[in-house]
T-cell receptor, first 114, second 110 residues
Framework: NAGVTQTPKFRVLKTGQSMTLLCAQD?????MYWYRQDPGMGLRLIHY???????AKGEVPDGYNVSRLKKQNFLLGLESAAPSQTSVYFC?????????????FGPGTRLTVT | SQQGEEDPQALSIQEGENATMNCSYK?????LQWYRQNSGRGLVHLIL?????REKHSGRLRVTLDTSKKSSSLLITASRAADTASYFC??????????FGAGTILRVKS
């Protein structure tokens, strides 16, 4: 099993450009998440999905869109990148366990917006 | 912000010593989890403690939870150089959404 994979690993964008980050998991997990990690702030939830075809906003959703067309994939889009979106982005997934569950993380995508 | 707080922010110890990290949170929870992150990598789940549990062990890890004080601690005994990493606590109130603390950077010197 590959677990959770993310594409690409690194990317540099210019302000105003758009891009899509791809997350894939092969564990048949229902839940998927996108986080951003900034120095000294831990991880903050951007958007999440509780199943195929459903998405919901997290703590910091502005400037991002997501789609979950297939259960195994969760896409994060930046329509018009801004320097404030320079960060490391992590995707995670978990089982549908009701009240609790550990999350499995991908290796991250380091994005720089100039 | 609902983010938890962790202290210390950084900890440097000698191999073989114990390392203790603390975490506080602001809301009621149904579970609290600890994760490890090696430099440049994703997070790896270490241990989960439910709100009705007070202590849990896993190998060299011991986690305590005090819901009256809204705090948790992670103890790593007999630390090794390979334990050098950042450690994050994360709590869950509803469903599977986690709120992460800012993390503790642990350096174990050999």
């Amino acid at each position: 099993n590959a677990g959770v994979t993310q594409t690409p690993k690194f990317r540099v964008l210019k302000t105003g450009q758009s891009m899509t980050l791809l997350c894939a998991q092969d564990m048949n997990h229902e839940y998927m998440y996108w986080y951003r990690q900034d120095p000294g702030m831990g991880l903050r939830l951007i958007h999440y999905s509780v199943g195929e075809g459903t998405t919901a906003k997290g703590e910091v959703p502005d400037g991002y869109n997501v789609s979950r067309l297939k259960k195994q994939n969760f896409l994060l889009g930046l329509e018009s990148a801004a320097p404030s979106q320079t960060s490391v982005y992590f995707c995670a997934s978990s089982y549908l366990t009701g009240r609790m569950g550990e999350q499995y993380f991908g290796p991250g995508t380091r994005l720089t917006v100039t | 912000s609902q983010q938890g707080e962790e202290d210390p922010q950084a900890l440097s110890i000698q191999e073989g010593e114990n390392a203790t990290m603390n975490c506080s949170y602001k809301t009621s929870i149904n579970n609290l989890q600890w994760y490890r992150q090696n430099s440049g990598r994703g997070l790896v789940h270490l241990i989960l403690i439910r709100s009705n549990e007070r202590e849990k062990h896993s190998g060299r890890l011991r986690v305590t939870l005090d819901t009256s004080k809204k705090s948790s601690s992670l103890l790593i005994t007999a630390s090794r150089a390979a334990d050098t990493a950042s450690y994050f606590c994360a709590h869950s109130k509803y469903g599977n959404k986690l709120v992460f603390g800012a993390g503790t950077i642990l350096r174990v010197k050999s």
